[in-house]
């Protein structure tokens, strides 16, 4: 399920059950997280500290990284 099919759910869930699932998703969250080992946990960490630079770099494919790459080669 993509994430926007999700959101689209979520956004139909009435008010009175925010609570309710959010400490599912809580739930949910911390029994996934909990399987990973510790280098998947250090680039989930490293992913989400490169999302937050401002001037960072982004692609709209990998054949468009490929070409910048083979291009300063």
């Known amino acids: 399920m993509s994430y926007?099919?999700?959101e689209a759910k979520l956004r139909t869930i009435p008010e009175?059950?925010?609570d309710e699932?959010?400490?599912f998703l809580d739930f949910i969250s911390?029994?996934?997280e909990k399987s990973y080992n510790e280098e998947t946990?250090?680039?989930i960490e490293e992913?989400?500290?490169l999302k937050k630079q401002p001037n960072k770099k982004t692609y709209s494919s990998f054949s468009e990284l490929?070409?910048?790459v083979k291009a300063d080669v």
Do not use: C, N, P, T
């Open 4 to 6: 926007e099919v999700l």
């Open 16 to 18: 009175e059950f925010f």
């Open 21 to 23: 699932v959010s400490s």
């Open 30 to 32: 911390f029994k996934v």
């Open 41 to 43: 946990l250090e680039a």
């Open 47 to 49: 992913i989400q500290q």
């Open 66 to 68: 490929l070409e910048e």
